[in-house]
């Protein structure tokens, strides 16, 4: 062991966050077992590694005896006393072994510990470096597309990872050397490393896009009510502003509409509504149900109502297949029943008419 080894463990601490402590046990460890391989499991050894002389030593440990029955493990009192008179029976003698083969033992047991050790300190890093961004978005660049199951392998600065299938936006394309941002929603501790579940298609990419883009929501003058999303085909965001002097629909939208587009074009032209969250829910549910116009919402229940529209607007408040309808529901957090206004509104309060 010369001083390019202690060097080694100092790089290792530093590029890699691996205690060298850690790594001198590890490697203590392996010396011993590397030993008694060679020599015997019988063998009683201990080493010795001194960072600070730059210095490694294997020791022989025997036990001070009467009778000496195993020469490998045992010294008389006798010879221990030649060693030194402080010995007594009971007592452990060490020996500084100069094995000709130690310094081959050695490297190898080293360079194996510190291999594992760069590989856990690579694993440990991931997996730090992925739960602090656990619901957060990150860019990767899209190394590989599979044709045969359609996933994209993707290089995330910390390791590759794979965008599935089913979690990209429908429709998308990718080429190798492709920015994009995903969102990263799960997490796993795996022997092997960090299993990471990347998604373009969770309402969570929406979300984090905005409070990147928008200025006033990253400093919470702005607030993210909710969000609902079908992926590559529409979203609503509904949003709140606790400044009266904010509007937090156009702040949102931006001049001439450059926030919206940009994070529009993030999500490959996804439709997004943007929507006035409101404390009174027959507002709320109005402004939902957008682009269609509201003739009146009555609430039916705790979390239910039956909104009523214009003929006419009735197939754009429903949505194609039910889309608007059903996207304003999970935004509210309310059963939607739509009825066409037909000159009546049932259990209309009164005054509302």
Do not use: W
Not at 136 to 147: F, G, L, M, Q, W
Not at 149 to 160: L, P, R
Request: hydrophobic share 40%; proline share 4%; aromatic share 6%.
């Amino acid at each position: 062991m010369n001083s390019e080894f202690f060097t080694a463990l100092e790089l290792l601490e530093k590029e890699k966050g691996i205690p060298a402590d850690y790594m001198i046990e590890k490697i203590e460890a392996a010396l011993i077992s590397a030993y008694k391989k060679e020599y015997g499991n019988n063998s009683n050894v201990r080493v010795v590694i001194d960072p600070a002389k730059k210095d490694v030593k294997l020791l022989q440990q025997k036990e001070v005896v009467e009778v000496v029955e195993d020469p490998e493990t045992q010294i008389s009192l006798e010879d221990a006393k030649k060693i030194a008179k402080k010995y007594k029976l009971g007592m452990t003698v060490e020996f500084d072994l100069k094995t000709k083969n130690f310094r081959r033992l050695s490297a190898a047991a080293a360079k194996s510990v510190i291999i594992q050790g760069i590989r856990e300190g690579e694993r440990r890093r991931a997996q730090e470096a992925y739960e602090n961004k656990h619901e957060e978005i990150i860019t990767a660049i899209v190394h590989r597309y599979d044709p045969d199951t359609g996933n994209v392998v993707v290089d995330t600065g910390n390791g590759y990872a794979v965008l599935p299938a089913h979690e990209q936006i429908p429709g998308e394309l990718f080429h190798a050397g492709d920015q994009i941002k995903v969102f990263v929603q799960e997490v796993n501790r795996e022997s092997r490393g960090p299993l990471v579940t990347l998604s373009r298609v969770h309402p969570g990419l929406v979300r984090r896009l905005f409070e990147l883009e928008i200025p006033e929501i990253a400093d919470g003058i702005v607030i993210i009510k909710g969000v609902a999303r079908e992926a590559g085909s529409r979203s609503k965001i509904a949003v709140f502003s606790r400044d009266p002097e904010v509007d937090p629909v156009g702040a949102c939208i931006g001049a001439r509409g450059a926030r919206i587009g940009t994070i529009v074009d993030e999500v490959r032209g996804e439709k997004i509504d943007i929507i006035k969250y409101s404390e009174e829910p027959e507002e709320f549910i109005s402004a939902a149900l957008a682009p269609a116009a509201i003739k009146a919402v009555v609430m039916t229940g705790d979390r239910a109502c039956r909104v009523y529209v214009e003929p006419d607007q009735l197939s754009l408040a429903i949505g194609k297949e039910g889309q608007n309808a059903r996207l304003a529901a999970r935004l509210t957090g309310c059963k939607i029943d739509i009825k066409a206004y037909t000159g009546e509104i049932e259990d209309l309060p009164e005054g509302e008419a």
